[in-house]
C-alpha cells in the first residue's frame, strides 16, 4: 500500500513544476482581476460624483439705501440667481411709522423691477423699507431701506421799517415763500 505508486502521484518532476507555474499564473490573473474589480467599485468614491444639491436661490435689489423726496418716485429693479422656476418677485412696504399707502405705492409691478412713490408727507421716522421676496421660495428675499427727503420751504421776511420818532415797528411785512426742489 505504502509502496504501490498511482497514475497521480507518479508524475515526473517537470510536471509538477509546470501545473505549479499554472497555478501561480492563474493567481496573479485572479488578484489582478479582483484589485480592477475592487478600484471599478470605488470610482465614484476617487472620481467624485456630481452635486446634487441646487444653488442656493439669491435674490438682490438695484437700489440698497436710496432717498427720495416725499412725493417723488424710485425704480427699483431685482436679480434672482438660480431660480430654475423663473417665478419672479413679490413686492411689499412697511415702516416703523406708517402703514398701507402712508408708507408710498408700488405702481409698474414685474417680476422683476417695480417703482416706488414716496407719500405726499412722510412718516417719523423718514425711512420705508421695500422687500422683493421669492415666490419659489418665500424664506428668500431682499430690502431696501428708503430715506425720506422733505422739500424744504424757505421762507423771506424782508419787512420795511418805517421809524417813528419813537423807533415803533410800522407794518405792512412782506413774506415771500418758495419751495425748494
Known sequence: MFGAQ???????????????RHLQRAANISVVILAVLWLTSCSG?????????????VVSLSLT????????????SATVQNDSS????????????????????LSNISAL????????????????????TS???PSKSATSTITLRFSYLLILLAPPFSYLSRQTLRPPFKMTHRAKG
Open 6 to 20: 498511482t497514475d497521480l502521484f507518479s508524475c515526473p518532476l517537470a510536471r509538477w513544476t509546470t501545473v505549479i
Open 45 to 57: 468614491l476617487v472620481q467624485g460624483q456630481p452635486n446634487t444639491t441646487p444653488a442656493p436661490l
Open 65 to 76: 439705501s436710496p432717498s427720495v423726496q416725499i412725493s417723488q418716485s424710485l425704480n427699483f
Open 86 to 105: 423663473n417665478k419672479g418677485l413679490t413686492w411689499s412696504l412697511s415702516g416703523a411709522g406708517c402703514s398701507g399707502a402712508a408708507c408710498g405705492t
Open 113 to 132: 423691477s417695480v417703482t416706488y412713490t414716496a407719500p405726499p408727507t412722510a412718516p417719523s421716522p423718514a425711512t420705508v423699507t421695500i422687500t422683493a
Open 135 to 137: 415666490v419659489a421660495e
